[in-house]
């Protein structure tokens, strides 16, 4: 298996299914803010639930900012930057470990599958601009008749 790739573009499918992943990131990062914000006004008084709100609510537009610069190279980067932080947000609201979890494995199927899925593509394009029939398909020019 190739290595999964930490900076550079990936291909058009990728980073959409990529951005996907981010974007629902987002909400569930979102809700997790209110969360912490909710638990530490209960626990404390409220003395650090405005900095748990700010912070959540950055790293949850953080996510929207990381999912519209995928076509970049470093918006993959920045993208493994925001499953870290997800990750490391469990040390505010434990739960959101399993949403990190969650988030994380759907990034690392995205970017597994998506770049499956580019190459078969780019072999399928390539070989129509050759003329050629493309194989290993069940459309109608892949059936006989008879």
């Not at 996907?20 to 626990?43: D, E, H, P, Y």
């Not at 409220?46 to 949850?60: I, K, P, Q």
């Not at 610069?69 to 399993?98: E, H, I, K, N, Y």
Request: charged share 15%; aromatic share 8%.
């Amino acid at each position: 298996m190739r290595s999964l790739p930490f900076h550079g573009q990936t291909g058009k499918f990728t980073f959409r299914m990529l951005a996907t992943v981010l974007g629902g990131q987002s909400i569930c990062i979102l809700l997790g803010a209110l969360v912490a914000r909710g638990v530490s006004a209960a626990n404390d008084g409220g003395g650090r639930s405005t900095a748990y709100l700010l912070v959540g609510f950055g790293l949850g537009a953080l996510c929207v900012v990381a999912a519209g610069l995928m076509r970049r190279p470093w918006g993959l980067t920045l993208g493994w930057v925001v499953q870290a932080l997800t990750l490391l947000s469990a040390l505010v609201v434990p739960m959101m470990f399993v949403v990190g979890l969650f988030f994380l494995a759907l990034w690392v199927t995205c970017l597994v599958k998506g770049a499956q899925v580019d190459a078969e593509m780019a072999r399928r394009e390539a070989a129509a601009g050759a003329g050629e029939a493309p194989s290993g398909g069940d459309g109608p020019a892949d059936r006989v008749d008879g």
